[in-house]
């Protein structure tokens, strides 16, 4: 497994001045460690070293506080710069859903998460703010995914658009609408078809669906395993869609999480939700906090 950061720090501390306000030499010692702990987090070069910079800035100078070791100081000082950086909405949680019936457009490479999400947020919508919702799949490709979605709305009592062959997304896309507006819906949720990576068939289509809903929320599902790869896909999902914010999956794997501090540093996008585990439950709001643990170790 990773070295704890922390024990890192205090080897190299130990073997510098423990007295007064850590020096400039200090902080770029200890910030060199830190580097390395957050390249291990799969955080990408450009993002760690802007990263760095500024935490050198805020560190140098500190005074040593007796209660505590630098190595610890410099962590806390780190973990601070983090959760500042990954912060992004006031309540992630709070989706744009006033004003029914309220389009959410999913949007996503195949595989990432996107139904199963689909499935979680859907849950949570009507569990914790009693709305009512309806899902719609727009995966014309794949009867299977279809399915899919049908079955987890059985599964968490959540309503699905009825399944009818040979319709394209848009027009699947303007039936949800009315039938949301006519069965008094608060929401509801497109998941559109994924692919294995991007192409602009794809994008076209998400497009088109977009100008037909004019979606609230537009929200990319991405694993957060993969990394640099998730922060691409987001990128380009901006550029060519708009996305308002991204759900991390995966989060439950043993990842250190780093793509969340690429993702919010390069596409200035908020992460809303992370996927810890494929149970319809296994949805959290995300939280700075815990991730800036997770890739400190
Ligand atoms: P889609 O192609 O993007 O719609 O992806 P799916 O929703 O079908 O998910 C693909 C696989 O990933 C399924 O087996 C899901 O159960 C699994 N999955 C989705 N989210 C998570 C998560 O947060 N953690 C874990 N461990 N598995 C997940």
């Excluded at 694993?223 to 691409?232: F, K, M, R, S, Y």
């Amino acid at each position: 497994m990773f070295e704890n950061l922390s024990e890192r720090l205090s080897g190299v501390f130990d073997r510098l001045t423990k007295q007064g306000a850590l020096s400039e030499e200090d902080v770029k010692t200890a910030l060199r460690e830190v580097r390395v702990a957050l390249l291990e987090a799969d955080v990408s070069l450009p993002v760690a070293r802007t990263f760095i910079k500024k935490v050198q800035d805020q560190a140098t100078g500190q005074a040593v506080t007796k209660s505590i070791t630098p190595g610890q100081q410099v962590v806390k000082i780190v973990h601070d710069a983090l959760v500042d950086t990954l912060r992004g909405e006031e309540d992630p949680g709070k989706l744009k859903i006033d004003n029914p019936p309220a389009p959410i457009l999913m949007v996503g490479l195949q595989g990432g998460g996107k139904t199963t999400t689909t499935g979680k947020l859907a849950k949570r919508l009507k569990d914790k703010e009693g709305k009512k919702v309806l899902m719609a799949s727009l995966d014309v490709y794949r009867p299977a995914a279809m399915d899919q979605l049908k079955v987890l709305g059985a599964q968490i009592g959540v309503d699905t658009l009825p399944i009818v062959p040979g319709q394209t997304p848009v027009d699947i896309a303007k039936r949800a609408k009315q039938q949301a507006a006519l069965g008094g819906y608060d929401v509801y949720m497109l998941d559109t078809a994924g692919r294995l990576q991007i192409d602009e068939v794809l994008m076209k289509e998400v497009e088109d669906v977009r100008d037909v809903v004019s979606p609230r929320e537009t929200l990319l599902v991405v694993d957060g395993l993969t990394g640099q790869v998730a922060v691409e896909v987001a990128e380009e999902f901006d550029a060519k869609i708009g996305i308002s914010g991204v759900v991390l999956t995966r989060m439950d794997g043993d990842g250190r999480g780093g793509a969340a501090l690429s993702m919010r540093a390069v596409t200035g996008k908020p992460i809303r939700f992370v996927g810890l585990g494929e149970k319809m439950d296994a949805l959290e709001t995300f939280e700075p906090d815990r991730i800036a643990g997770r890739i400190l170790g």
